[in-house]
């Protein structure tokens, strides 16, 4: 058997908020958020990450996310190795403060959500 | 909920997941539930406490500060962002409750399209719009949408400032609550033989417009080509991007004005927020409007006299508004802004969101504690406020120009209006039929009081344009451009004929104002200590005016 922490992860990894607006079908929204301009306008991306060695962390996470899912301007999404101050992170629909911020070891099926706070008023 | 990846074969893994630190607290407020969201410093809340404290904190800060009257209309500024969606939402809620605790005025919601100031296509804007007429509609309300544009078709009495109701006292409030109370129960009582319950009365009190939500005399037609151009050209020759915010503000704040006078709201709830205000506070000080703190990030602002601001959302950090709009499903839309995509130091209100939010990343009472300073701010003059002082206003955000007039003497016969300035917004007239309120009121401000300026003991550096300058042409000193070499704000050139091909928006300056300081003390901040300080006129003139809005 393999051992766990090379078996590969999958899980969702979605930007801003499912804004609920009655009516309208999602693909003919104009915008939607804030964080997903970044991501090539796409809101939710199904991801499965490649197993490793070391074991998965959002940390790990946001490295594969710049590298892989990031289409321009870094450093409006990520800051040093955490995410620039202003974006909250939800993994699983609570606070990751709750969860170790950048130390929580991701599980199979986590759904993590980024949504900007910078954006709006 | 949608973001949960159920479509996947995968099996779980058999191991059990490692212990997470954190999650084996329970929320500090009932003990039991399972925390979904941690507030301040490490306060862990669960879902349903979490919406008692979000509700009960809007709730506490209307009931706190005791403005709005019950039956008042009232005007909700919604920008389709997370904060204001939020404050609709809480006032959707507020008006639904039972009759012991329910919100008691009415609502109407105007939202301003901004797209031509940043630069969308009218597919884009027209996309945005109907996303946004939705949810209105789910909302209820009656609303108003007004494009941007029409701030050039605005009456020249928007820039008056209608004298200020008496300051409602304690009692007056007690009272016009006890008999609006009595008036329902008085409605409920004849209405009981038809309606089944005393809220379906109040119900039809309170909503005469839900079968007609948009308002017919302002009929949705889009703005002309012609505006959406002069827009963008007025945008366009601000040239900095801190010098762009403000005006936009100063614009959106008159169009939202008179969307209320127009149609009789006698206050008007925008969805500022804690972060927010904070971030506004030290923008404010970094552009030189110390003197004015108080009324923009107070709770309420009465500057425009007969219409009210108040910020309910005053209270509510961003991180706490995100979680309530992601766990409750609060509608919202997103719309881009000048700032969108903008690099950190594009603009001073960039630089200062992302040092707000980067402190209060290491240290999570700064927003808090810059709040709470706010708090403290005093309007001045301190006593018989109610009376606003009788002084010139500043053109653009309308507070009371903090120059000394009494150093001010008329205009030397030689100056004639075009010597002075003109001051044109980036179009030529024919196109525009009704002048403009600048066009027509600035040229009539100058005429009749034209500051003298006087020079200098000894000449300063040069330098391309001192703010100090502008309060003398009818701007308060940071409405108009951030600080800086002036050269770059187009808003303000310095002699000469303007380089712009198009009349752009222009204020020309006579060569012998050149580096000229207006008499007059700096702005002081009035922190609520003891009476108000009395400026002293200085003899020699302004030599501290490049540092306005220090603390005195």
Request: with cysteine.
């Amino acid at each position: 058997a393999t051992p766990p922490a090379s078996r590969s992860l999958r899980g969702s990894v979605s930007l801003g908020d499912e804004a609920v607006c009655p009516g309208i079908e999602a693909h003919d929204r104009a915008w939607r958020g804030g964080a997903e301009l970044l991501f090539d306008g796409v809101k939710k991306h199904q991801v499965t990450l490649p197993g490793q060695e070391e074991p998965w962390d959002i940390r790990n996470l946001l490295v594969w996310i710049k590298k892989n899912l990031l289409k321009e301007r870094p450093e409006l999404f990520i800051q040093g190795d955490s995410v620039r101050p202003g974006i909250l992170v939800l993994i699983n629909d609570a606070d990751w403060e709750l969860l170790g911020e950048l130390d929580y070891q991701l599980q199979d099926q986590d759904s993590i959500l980024f949504i900007s706070t910078l954006h709006g008023g | 909920m949608c973001q949960v990846g159920e479509d996947y074969a995968e099996p779980a893994s058999e191991e059990p997941p490692p212990r997470q630190p954190g999650r084996e607290q329970k929320c500090v407020k009932c003990k039991e539930g399972l925390p979904v969201v941690v507030i301040r410093a490490g306060d862990a809340f669960c879902r349903d406490c979490f919406k008692a404290f979000y509700i009960h904190k809007f709730r506490a800060v209307l009931g706190k500060n005791r403005l709005i009257f019950p039956g008042e209309k009232v005007l909700l500024a919604w920008s389709g962002g997370p904060s204001s969606s939020s404050m609709v939402w809480q006032v959707l809620e507020g008006l639904s409750r039972e009759s012991a605790k329910r919100l008691r005025f009415v609502p109407g919601i105007v939202c301003i399209d901004e797209g031509a100031a940043c630069g969308l296509s009218p597919e884009a804007r027209a996309k945005t719009l109907a996303e946004m007429k939705l949810i209105l509609q789910t909302v209820g309300f009656p609303w108003h949408v007004v494009a941007l544009e029409e701030v050039f078709d605005l009456p020249p009495s928007v820039l008056r400032c209608f004298a200020q109701e008496p300051v409602e006292t304690e009692g007056a409030y007690k009272a016009a609550v006890d008999s609006f109370l009595q008036q329902q129960h008085v409605l409920g009582a004849e209405g009981a033989g038809d309606s089944p319950s005393l809220a379906q009365g109040e119900e039809q009190l309170s909503w005469p417009c839900t079968q007609d939500p948009q308002n017919p005399q302002s009929p949705d037609r889009p703005p002309t080509a012609a505006q959406t151009e002069a827009l963008s050209r007025l945008f366009d020759s601000v040239k900095t991007l801190t010098a762009k915010e403000e005006l936009l503000q100063a614009l959106r704040t008159h169009l939202i004005l008179h969307v209320a006078r127009t149609h009789g709201y006698s206050k008007v709830m925008t969805g500022d927020s804690c972060t927010r205000l904070a971030i506004k506070l030290m923008t404010s000080l970094a552009l030189g409007r110390g003197a004015f703190l108080a009324w923009d990030t107070g709770f309420s602002d009465e500057r425009h006299g007969d219409v009210v601001v108040v910020r309910p959302m005053r209270e509510h950090t961003l991180k706490e508004v995100a979680f309530y709009n992601h766990l409750f499903a609060v509608p919202s839309v997103f719309t881009p802004a000048l700032d969108t995509k903008a690099p950190e130091k594009a603009s001073i209100h960039r630089l200062m969101e992302a040092f707000m939010l980067r402190l209060q990343d290491q240290f999570p009472s700064t927003v808090s504690t810059v709040y709470r300073t706010s708090e403290k701010l005093v309007k001045a003059p301190r006593h018989g406020c109610a009376a606003s002082p009788p002084g010139p206003r500043c053109l653009l955000c309308m507070c009371a120009l903090d120059i000394d007039t009494a150093g001010l003497c008329l205009p030397s016969p030689g100056c004639s209006e075009e010597g002075i300035g003109e001051w044109v917004l980036g179009f030529s007239s024919p196109l525009v039929p009704s002048a403009p309120l600048y066009l027509q009121t600035v040229p009539r401000l100058l005429g009749l009081r034209l500051p003298c300026i006087c020079p200098r003991r000894s000449p300063p550096p040069h330098r391309p344009l001192h703010p100090a300058v502008l309060q003398g042409w009818g701007g308060c000193r940071a409405a108009v451009g951030g600080p800086g070499p002036a050269r770059g704000a187009a808003l303000l050139s310095q002699g000469g004929p303007p380089s712009l091909r198009h009349r752009a928006a222009v204020l020309r300056l006579p060569r012998e104002h050149e580096g000229l300081a207006l008499r007059g003390p700096p702005a002081t901040l009035h922190l609520g200590r003891g009476p108000a300080p009395q400026p002293e006129l200085l003899p020699q003139g302004l030599h501290r005016a490049a540092d306005p809005g220090v603390p005195g």
